[in-house]
């Protein structure tokens, strides 16, 4: 059994900042990437930044500059740190692991975590 699990949302003000955690756990051999999406009212889950198991990373043009993507392959952990909040970035946060474990190789997701800008 895998689990991914999100943490880290909350209520910010323009401007400020929050860290989001994910963490992947069970009978997991390797993790080949991690990415973070996220889905605002109303709209579709969209991407915004991934990593891979060597470090690559990529970001989607509205984070750029402003979020940054981390992870820590000996806790099965990636984070996205982010700065420079706007009301826009107001958006439910979910985190996707493409990993290896006794099923496999298979796709995660964990329940998502709230993200809200507002003053």
Known sequence: QVHVVESGGGLVQPGGSLR????????????YFMTWY???????????????SGGTLNYADPVKGRFTISRDN????????MDSLKPEDTAVYYCNANLG???????????????????
């Open 38 to 52: 996220r889905q605002a009212p109303g709209k579709q889950r969209e991407f915004v930044a991934s990593i891979t």
């Open 74 to 81: 000996a806790k099965n952990t990636v984070y996205l740190q």
């Open 20 to 31: 989001l955690s994910c963490a992947a756990s069970g009978s997991i051999f390797t993790i």
């Open 101 to 119: 474990s006794t099923r496999g190789r298979g796709s995660y997701w964990g329940q998502g975590t709230q993200v809200t800008v507002s003053s």
